[in-house]
């Protein structure tokens, strides 16, 4: 009995996932998990250190992360995935060694990088963070050191997710993440009393070696080999040659970034964390909605792209169910911004002022999570096409307006950090809309408005169901009341009703989350109705997807519906 259930878990861990609804799903829910871990991870930084202080460790990613993620993200999302899944149908001996090549070129270029930029650190950051006082500086000159080198961890640690996601094991690197937000987690708990600020950063040391740990053994049973020397072969140079316009790309996303570093830390000390923070809340729905579902159609989309009707109907299909997902999400959270920041946040040390800030925060950032992840699955299938180019002009425009937008809300309209949210919002929508268009070009001949239909169905219900959720918010909160809505109490055709009775104290949690969840839940049920009012074709497709689901349909379905074709790639027939 121990061993059958020993074989079946060992199967749950190396079994594919063949088509993108089914990757996705798994994705989706890893992410969820991780997302929720990372709202975890925040509520506990937030309960053990003040805003400003944590201000201090977010700044200290800025240079870690911006080496990591042009060196990194640069390389396998656009150009890695796509070369190594399409030489591993051919040759599965040159695949695992372009892998090993990889890593040794990654960790080579990543340690002169990090050295460098270790070193003139201290130089750097009075550049890009020059609000903060110099004792500040130095605090966060010290915790940058020490994030280099966990992301060293990383640099390894993603070759293997490239490797996996490109054989179609998605579960594994998705667990990854949760790793990482547990030694954040723990780090932050059992050593904040002895080491301080430090804590969480051995924290993200310790998250970075899980998060490479385990996805280890099922890549080297997959065929995956350290080498000890280099080549630049032809996969090698073609990998280079795609990820160039990608890497540039990242670099002017990750200068956009730091020039966010640098506006918020003249707003105050605690800005940044207030940005961090409604950052963090924004990037669940894209995480779980946009992320997994771009990264689940990538092998699926390269192996289509000698068909344009097929990759067309794929990528759309795709796109629209999305945003079927993700508009409400992003309604939900502008409407229910202040109750969210609190009961994520919401501890002894973290200020009414704190809350109202990063709400604000958030739903100015909530505006682009539609965009975001449609960003992100319009730019993979430019990928899948082996053109990287198009979408990283677009990006690479879309930053420069971002900037730009960075100086108009910040030094001419004196705002407060919510403005670097709303130029990216705008910034995001701009590039989306570019890389719609340019895609329906490409695959269609032209841009005709009929095709953004779905898109405003989603649109309308969403704002619908927003609309009356943000009545029945006000309505029962007994603080609006008291200060906005008494009057109806005195008006003569409803002096009879007690209204009074119907309000919540919203200033106790548990009713805080009674109204929240309820508003919530009506809110749900109003966006499915009028979907279903609208005819929306994608709301048959997930409550299909929903009964396969509640009767042991299994997934076999996906996102280009019975007929998804995927070769199995050959080491798979093996395992």
């Not at 390389?75 to 040759?91: G, H, M, Q, Y």
């Not at 924290?203 to 385990?214: D, K, L, N």
Request: proline share 3%.
């Amino acid at each position: 009995m121990v061993r059958n259930i020993f074989e079946k878990s060992r199967k749950i861990f190396d079994s594919q996932q063949n088509s993108i609804l089914s990757a996705a799903t798994i994705i989706m829910l890893m992410i969820v998990a991780s997302r929720v871990l990372g709202l975890v991870r925040q509520r506990i930084l937030a309960h053990f250190f003040s805003a400003s202080d944590l201000s201090l460790f977010f700044a200290a990613f800025r240079l870690p992360d911006t080496v990591f993620e042009v060196l990194v993200f640069g390389t396998f999302s656009s150009a890695f995935i796509p070369v190594f899944a399409k030489l591993a149908k051919n040759d599965e001996k040159d695949a695992w060694k372009l892998a090993g090549y990889i890593t040794n070129i990654g960790l080579i270029i990543f340690t002169i990088l990090a050295l460098g930029a270790g070193l003139l650190s201290g130089t750097l950051y009075k550049v890009i963070a020059p609000g903060y006082a110099p004792s500040d500086q130095l605090v966060i000159v010290r915790l940058t050191k020490i994030l280099f080198v966990a992301q060293g961890f990383f640099v390894v640690s993603y070759v293997l997710t490239g490797v996996l996601e490109s054989l179609k094991r998605f579960l594994v690197p998705a667990l990854a993440p949760l790793f990482y937000n547990l030694g954040i987690i723990f780090g932050t708990i059992f050593l904040s009393g002895k080491l301080g600020l430090m804590a969480p950063v051995v924290g993200v040391f310790i998250g970075a070696f899980s998060h490479f740990i385990i996805q280890l053994p099922l890549a080297l049973k997959l065929g995956f080999r350290f080498i000890p020397r280099l080549e630049l072969n032809e996969g090698v140079r073609k990998i280079g040659k795609l990820a160039l316009p990608r890497v540039i790309e990242v670099c002017f996303l990750q200068i956009s970034k730091t020039i966010e570093l640098f506006f918020a830390s003249l707003i105050s000390t605690a800005s940044y964390t207030y940005y961090t923070f409604g950052n963090t809340l924004q990037l669940l729905p894209v995480g779980i909605f946009g992320t997994s579902i771009a990264k689940a159609a990538l092998p699926t989309l390269s192996g289509l792209s000698d068909s344009k009707e097929d990759f067309s109907k794929a990528l759309f299909k795709a796109l629209f169910e999305m945003t079927f997902l993700v508009i409400p999400l992003a309604a939900f959270l502008m409407v229910l911004r202040i109750p969210v920041v609190r009961l994520v946040y919401g501890t002894d040390i973290f200020t009414w002022k704190s809350t109202i800030e990063t709400g604000w925060v958030l739903s100015a950032f909530s505006v682009s999570i539609v965009f975001q992840a449609a960003n992100a699955l319009l730019a993979r299938g430019f990928y899948a096409l082996h053109d990287t180019k198009t979408p990283v002009l677009t990006s690479i425009f879309s930053i420069i307006f971002i900037i730009t937008m960075d100086f108009v809300f910040i030094n001419i309209f004196h705002t407060p950090v919510w403005g670097l949210a709303a130029a990216f919002s705008i910034g995001s929508f701009l590039q989306s809309l570019a890389l719609f268009i340019l895609m329906n070009r490409r695959l269609n001949g032209g841009f005709g408005i009929a095709v953004l239909v779905p898109f405003f169905k989603h649109v309308s219900s969403s704002f619908a169901a927003g609309l009356v959720m943000y009545v029945l918010l006000k309505f029962f909160d007994k603080s609006v009341w008291v200060k906005r809505l008494s009057f109806l109490g005195k008006i003569e055709a409803t002096r009879d009703i007690a209204f009074e009775k119907f309000v919540l104290d919203t200033r106790y949690t548990v009713n805080l989350v009674i109204l929240t969840a309820l508003v919530a839940l009506i809110g749900i049920f109003l966006y499915l109705f009028f979907s279903f009012l609208l005819k929306t074709k994608e709301l048959r497709t997930f409550y299909n997807l929903f009964k396969r689901l509640i009767f042991g349909q299994g997934l076999g379905a996906s996102l280009i519906k019975e007929k998804e074709p995927i070769t199995p790639l050959t080491s798979d027939t093996d395992i």
